[in-house]
């Protein structure tokens, strides 16, 4: 693994106390064996975060430029258009670290105090190797509020616009990057979206916890007859229109506003079904500790999907929560639907794609999963 747990450290030779965040070092094991280069953060549980493995290397705008050119050597590999992930931090050794791209328009999130540090360099790198046209700073990630970071978020270089367009699986969106969720958009499940498409040509789709309508207003234009995209926050379902707007597809595209487990029981109850139901709800478990909590919660959702469901239909059910494993997931999949009274089968599964690369030495930073199940 790559985090250094404070437990670990030997205090004698490398008292915490006498490191800021940020602070470069060398990690060596109990042999004096060099393990790599770290950046310190002394008051976290994980104390040191490996940057660059087996060897001394600075942090500097040399090795953010050699890391921006490897990452963007992926991405330029799997898209053929500039709308990804660029940087996902440890799996692209910049921990702490997500950088989304939109076109010319990049959105930076510094998520510790340690990468805080290095925030000038890391600019220069990101204008050398891409010339953006703007770069946004987003610093309202919930780990920077547990550190104590500043929470203003700015344009830092050139002009980022408030709605910024992006295109994925070919429908066009417009992303809110400034007071939009986490970048404004959640590039993550861009290849289960694709895998939606033969699932919904001339039907009846919800889409649950719908955002600004990734998978609904996708749904519309692989050929869905209706799609009601579901969700609590009134400013999500303005982009939801604005973007079923921009496809041409406003007159297939509704919205409702609600808290979901609540407005799917009285539509299950008001006689509502559906031939496709997509549950892409925020992570239910931010913890270990909230795991069985968390796997409740994933079970009555689920639930009320299948409810919601015509024989024959097809439930998304899908989680974002690093601490729910694929196997939990599909434990309260079965259970769900052991109490909607109906059988299911796996038919298609999906994770998180290329621009979120998994690290085999991080299980961290596989955190995504998507199951296709059809209703018996």
Known sequence: HLWVYSNEVDSQRSPLGGFDAGDLVVVRNSNDRVLGSAYMEPNSLICARVYATGEVRVLDAE??????????????????????????????SLPGLVVDRFGDILVVQLNNSGMERYREPLLQALVEALAPRGILLRADSRSRREQGLPMDSEVVYGEVPQQVPLEENGVQFLAPVHDGQKTGWFYDHRM???????????????????????????????????????????????GVEANARLNH?????????????????????????????????????????????????????????????????????ASCSMHLSRADLMGALQQAAVRAGCQVRVVEQGAQGPDHPIHPAIPETEYLKAVFVRKL
Do not use: H
């Not at 963007?72 to 258009?81: C, K, S, V, Y």
């Not at 979206?193 to 609904?216: E, N, T």
């Not at 892409?280 to 009320?304: C, M, S, T, V």
């Open 249 to 317: 597809q406003q007159d297939r595209v509704t919205t409702r506003r609600g808290s979901a487990p609540e407005l799917m029981a009285a539509m299950q109850a008001g006689g509502e079904r559906y031939d496709v139901v997509v549950l892409d709800p925020p992570a239910f478990i931010q913890r270990r500790k909230d795991i069985k909590k968390g796997i409740a919660a994933y079970r009555r959702i689920n639930e009320l999907g299948l409810q919601l469901l015509q024989p024959g239909g097809l439930l998304v059910s």
């Open 63 to 92: 090795l953010f430029g050699t890391r921006l050119r490897a990452a963007l050597a992926i991405r330029q590999t799997a898209f053929d258009e500039p709308f990804y992930r660029l940087v996902y931090g440890d799996s692209d």
């Open 192 to 238: 289960s979206r694709a895998r939606l498409a033969p699932w919904v040509a001339g039907k009846r789709v919800l889409d649950v916890y719908s955002y600004i309508g990734g998978w609904g207003v996708q749904a519309a234009v692989f050929g869905a007859s209706a799609v009601c995209c579901l969700d609590a926050s009134a400013q999500a379902l303005q």
